[in-house]
């Protein structure tokens, strides 16, 4: 029987597990309870010889928005920040990690906005098709937090330029420009979503599965290496405390000055 969740659903079906974020009227923003369980769930799918693709989309109008900034800065006031920050830093690695390393092909079919933990996670995946009216971003900067994930892996795919621009600037981009500078795969009109994702699964199916996990476990041994002190460093720091309480109080924060020992 699957496993009940909170915030995800996991549904089995020809081959296919299709992994949900579940919280429509949060935008899918992932909290920590939200990491864990999709850890699980894809965990779950690994070692389900029943489950030969996995998918990964959002409900409602958004893929993800990121992690939960409203349960960040709520543990600041309480003053539980660091320990927050810590669980947040450990759950979303292990979810990253799971998808990244999971040995059946993951396919993160992008149906709405996609931000922040989102882009993480369609970089974590293997192949990813997105609704033509979607739209990117790498928001981490304005809120004072940082994504090892993003660090390490988003000039693999749209090049140091674009990446760093992105990343540094947190500008929104588009689907058309997702597909041009090789985040997506592909892009189709939003009702053709989940018909080209079947389609692909279908495909998928009719090869070795494990000449795919092969081919996914050597591509993924060229990755660069992951550094979690990017996020702890980042996410324990004032700015951090400033950025996501601006956030919550719907403001502008008011940034620390950058010390040359930082």
């Not at 899918?28 to 999709?38: D, F, I, K, P, Q």
């Not at 994504?147 to 674009?162: I, K, Q, T």
């Not at 092969?214 to 702890?232: C, H, S, V």
Request: proline letters at 5%.
């Amino acid at each position: 029987m699957p496993a009940a969740y909170e915030t995800i659903s996991s549904t089995l079906a020809d081959g296919v597990l299709t992994i949900q974020l579940n919280r429509p009227e949060a935008l899918n923003c992932v909290s920590t309870t939200g990491y864990r369980e999709l850890a699980h769930a894809v965990g779950a799918a690994a070692d389900n010889p029943d489950a030969d693709v996995v998918v990964l989309t959002g409900s409602g109008r958004a893929f993800c928005t990121g992690g939960d900034l409203k349960e960040i800065a709520l543990s600041a006031a309480d003053g539980k920040l660091l320990d927050k920050i810590d669980e947040f830093a450990d759950t979303s690695m292990a979810a990253f990690q799971a998808l990244e390393r999971c040995q059946k092909v993951v396919i993160a079919a992008i149906n709405g906005i996609c931000q922040a933990s989102g882009v993480s996670m369609v970089m974590c995946s293997d192949l990813a098709i997105a609704a033509d009216d979607v739209k990117f971003r790498v928001p981490e900067v304005l809120v004072g937090l940082a994504d090892p994930f993003v660090a390490a892996r988003l000039h693999g795919r749209l090049g140091v330029a674009r990446a760093k621009w992105t990343m540094l600037t947190a500008d929104p981009f588009s689907a058309q420009e997702a597909l041009d500078w090789g985040l997506v795969n592909k892009i189709v009109p939003k009702d053709r979503l989940f018909t080209e994702v079947s389609e692909l699964a279908a495909k998928l199916r009719l090869t070795s599965p494990k000449s795919r996990a092969e081919y996914k476990r050597g591509m993924n041994e060229t990755f660069p290496a992951l550094d979690p002190n990017i996020m702890l460093r980042a996410n324990r720091s004032a700015d951090a405390v400033e950025g996501t309480t601006a956030f919550l109080e719907r403001r502008s924060p008011v940034w620390s000055p950058l010390a040359a020992a930082e």
